[in-house]
């Protein structure tokens, strides 16, 4: 059973929540580096990777949610720029691997 964090009265409450919350997140992490790395087996030269124009386009959406949802923009940034430069950073690894295989 959730509690909204008005429900939740000790740390221990809150912290149950965090820990759920952060399973889920942990989940949808999991599912979306299998995209991820759908995406590093269709692109052919580990250039592709790094895509600015999209890249930029994705920050503008989350900070435009973010606000939406009454997160701080920067915060949301931060993780998804630190996200996007670690799934480059695999696509490229993944495809430089095939193209030596190949």
């Not at 959406?61 to 996200?83: H, M, S, V």
Request: with cysteine.
């Amino acid at each position: 059973m959730t509690k909204s964090p008005a429900e939740c009265q000790t740390k221990e409450d809150v912290r149950a929540e965090i820990d759920r919350i952060d399973q889920a997140l942990l989940t949808l992490f999991a599912e979306r580096h299998r995209y991820v790395t759908r995406m590093a087996q269709i692109k052919t030269d580990p250039h592709e990777a790094l895509d600015p124009v999209r890249i930029e386009a994705v920050i503008g959406k989350q900070r435009k949610r973010a606000e939406e949802l009454e997160l701080d923009e920067d915060q949301a940034e931060l993780i998804w720029r630190t996200l996007i430069s670690w799934n480059v950073n695999y696509e490229k690894g993944i495809i430089a691997a095939r193209k030596r295989m190949e």
